[in-house]
């Protein structure tokens, strides 16, 4: 017997896989054959696999931007407000006017 008949139809007795009978190929396991079932295919060169994804890029990006805006800008905000606020106090309390303000509960 051919190699190709064992391959193809599950032909000899010859143990192969599991139950000792090969199914077939992929998409075609031994069973009836089926119909109504049409598939399409479009060739390699004509495809366009970045059709729309630079468009589809800026406004994916401004989607998830907008919506996780909310969580992250009013930490953002309150802290730089915080952080300027205690450079302004910094700077006063070391300069001369601020020295000489608090120059008492130094001594």
């Not at 193809?8 to 009836?32: K, Q, V, Y």
């Not at 495809?47 to 989607?63: E, S, V, Y």
Request: hydrophobic letters at 40%; glycine letters at 14%; zero cysteines.
């Amino acid at each position: 017997m051919q190699p190709t008949q064992v391959r193809l139809g599950g032909g000899s007795n010859a143990p192969i896989g599991r139950h000792n009978n090969f199914l077939g190929g992929w998409g075609n396991f031994g069973g009836m054959k089926q119909k109504g079932i049409v598939s399409y295919g479009i060739a390699p060169n004509r495809q366009k696999p970045l059709a729309g994804a630079f468009h589809d890029a800026i406004f994916n990006t401004w989607r998830r931007f907008s919506t996780q805006v909310v969580y992250w800008a009013p930490p953002m905000i309150a802290g730089y407000y915080i952080m300027n606020w205690a450079i302004e106090r910094n700077e006063y309390l070391n300069s001369k006017a601020g020295r000489a303000e608090f120059a008492a509960e130094e001594e």
